[in-house]
């Protein structure tokens, strides 16, 4: 009995496959890439909390990302790290810290789609509506903007594990570096039409609404810039505004890479590498792209190593 138990809670990851000789570079990129990203994403929180001048919309908004980056990394990388002088056939992940993994991997790429979105509706008020600012973009709005942006991939990311879950398993290997959904239903025998479907529905809604609603928002920055014909103002909008959609494209450009290679069998080891980075790039260039490139955080962020050089 004991034996049947194990059988039926124990899958088999698959994992990265790489020489033993990569072992080591991969073990040493990954790690080193975790700390730039729990380091920097976490430093930046600390900043913007601490720094009055940085409690605004913009900056309050850009947190739900700082930390659905911290728990995107953490889901994913520690797990790979555990896994990589492991051999494969002795991989091993119990069944519901795959299921936890799974909602996790999903839930976090989905949250990155709609957090963007708040953030580009910001950026459109603030530079379309800049009268009225200060009164549509209230902390009432800025809270109701990320609760919306948590529960929302909550709520589809909970329909899609649950359609999976609710299948018998007749298969015990997980073929991907990290369990996500895919991975779960694929280890059924049963039907997965409907899976298929709420799957497919999900991604075209998500992608649709994240691609339109900023396709949209920066058609109608990019009208008011030009007729307004303020060269001052108008840098300041682009500046912020090239930021957060270089954070887009970059995200999106991993998505559909990811996606694309789903469809080629012969180029499953790409696809693996592909699905790694599409948790790992984002997260590590977030803090940069966007904490850098804004005039404010980066004047604060060279005050505070000014203050730590003179102390030293």
Not at 184 to 202: D, H, P, R, T
Not at 235 to 247: F, N
Not at 288 to 308: D, F, T
Request: net charge positive; aromatic share 10%; charged share 10%.
């Amino acid at each position: 009995m004991e034996n049947q138990t194990f059988n039926a809670d124990m899958l088999n990851l698959e994992g990265l496959k790489f020489s033993p000789e990569a072992s080591i570079p991969v073990f040493t990129f990954l790690l080193l890439t975790y700390i730039f990203i729990m380091v920097s994403n976490i430093s930046l929180f600390i900043l913007i909390s601490l720094e009055k001048s940085l409690h605004q919309p913009m900056y309050l908004l850009f947190c739900n990302m700082i930390v659905n980056d911290v728990f995107e990394a953490t889901a994913i990388i520690p797990p790979l790290l555990s896994q990589i002088f492991v051999p494969i056939m002795d991989r091993y992940i119990h069944y519901v810290n795959c299921v936890i993994q799974a909602f996790f991997a999903n839930f976090n790429a989905s949250a990155a789609h709609t957090v963007l979105m708040i953030m580009a509706f910001d950026r459109y008020v603030a530079i379309c509506k800049p009268l009225g600012y200060s009164t549509i973009m209230t902390n009432r709005m800025v809270v109701k903007l990320s609760v919306s942006a948590w529960m929302v991939p909550v709520a589809m990311v909970s329909i899609l594990l649950g359609l999976s879950i609710r299948l018998s398993r007749c298969r015990q290997v997980i073929f991907n570096p990290y369990c996500e959904n895919a991975s779960l239903f694929k280890l059924s025998c049963e039907s997965v039409l409907i899976n298929q479907i709420y799957g497919l529905g999900y991604t075209v809604v998500l992608l649709g609404s994240s691609i339109g609603s900023i396709t949209l928002t920066y058609l109608k920055i990019a009208a008011v810039c030009l007729s307004r014909k303020n060269k001052v103002l108008n840098s300041r909008a682009l500046q912020t505004c090239a930021s957060h959609l270089t954070l887009y494209l970059v995200l999106l450009v991993l998505g559909i890479v990811n996606i694309t290679l789903h469809r080629f069998p012969d180029l499953s080891d790409q696809q693996k590498v592909a699905s790694v980075m599409l948790h790992v790039i984002p997260p590590a260039l977030d803090p940069v792209i966007y904490g850098l490139q804004i005039q404010m955080v980066r004047e604060k962020i060279l005050s505070h190593l000014r203050v730590l050089k003179d102390n030293m």
